[in-house]
């Protein structure tokens, strides 16, 4: 258990759709980071935040957009959702800005 | 533009050790290079982290030559459950905007 958690497990709906993945990260990190990972695919970074701000930003696409709370759980917000959509997403957490990332267990999205 | 690269499979058998290889032709000069490795369905996770030279912790060593430009996992006598996914990661500012690039991973398959 890496001490990060992510809701929900699993998530089925369909196109068109709009979903709110959440993750809260081990206590003390500041750092969030989101990956996508479709099947059998490698992982594509999407986005970074630290202490409630925007960090670094991969290919996410302008249908996605993503928060850091002042709590420092963040909620990835996924929209217009698409077939290709369909994929895990993982949610990283770390003590800085760079370093060590524990990942959690993941968000298994169905887009039908 | 930086891009890593790492060899998509590799094979061999318990009780080897094991080299993977990750090119990175342009990391930011400040940033480590990361390994991970992940399991079907999981998260990745943290193997081992360096700047340059030779790190070893108790599970792998990372080779890093001067020049920065690539880097090794060496896995010492490897098991049947080391078989899994190793993946690189170093970071890259591409103007002003800083970016983790993850390599495609390699799937590294032990043989009795």
């Known amino acids: 258990d890496s001490g990060v958690t992510q809701t929900p497990k699993h998530l089925i709906t369909a196109t068109g759709q709009r979903v709110t993945l959440r993750c809260s990260p081990r206590?003390?990190?500041?750092?969030v980071y989101w990956y996508q990972q479709s099947l059998d695919q490698g992982l594509q970074f999407l986005i970074q935040?630290?202490?409630?701000?925007?960090?670094a930003k991969g290919n996410i696409l302008e249908r996605f957009s993503a928060q850091q709370f002042p709590d420092l759980h963040s909620e990835l917000n996924l929209s217009s959702l698409e077939l290709g959509d369909s994929a895990l997403y993982f949610c990283?957490?770390?003590?800085?800005?760079?370093?060590?990332?524990?990942f959690g267990p993941g968000t298994r999205l169905t887009v039908l | 533009l930086a891009k890593t690269t790492q060899p998509i499979s590799m094979d061999s058998y318990e009780g080897q050790e094991v080299n993977i290889t990750c090119s990175h032709n342009?990391?930011?000069?400040?940033?480590?290079i990361t390994w991970y490795q992940q399991f079907p369905s999981q998260g990745p996770r943290f193997i081992i982290q360096?700047?340059?030279?030779?790190v070893t912790n108790e599970v792998a060593s990372l080779f890093i030559p001067a020049d920065r430009k690539s880097s090794t996992l060496s896995l010492p006598r490897v098991s049947l459950s080391d078989t899994a996914v190793y993946y690189c990661?170093?970071?890259?500012?591409?103007?002003?905007?800083?970016?983790?690039?993850w390599g495609a991973g390699t799937k590294l398959i032990i043989k009795p």
């Open positions: 990283a957490s770390s003590v800085r800005r760079s370093g060590e990332q524990f």
């Open positions: 206590s003390g990190d500041l750092s």
């Open positions: 935040y630290y202490n409630g701000e925007e960090r």
């Open positions: 342009n990391i930011a000069t400040n940033d480590y």
């Open positions: 360096g700047y340059k030279t030779k």
């Open positions: 990661l170093v970071g890259d500012i591409r103007d002003s905007n800083y970016q983790l690039i």
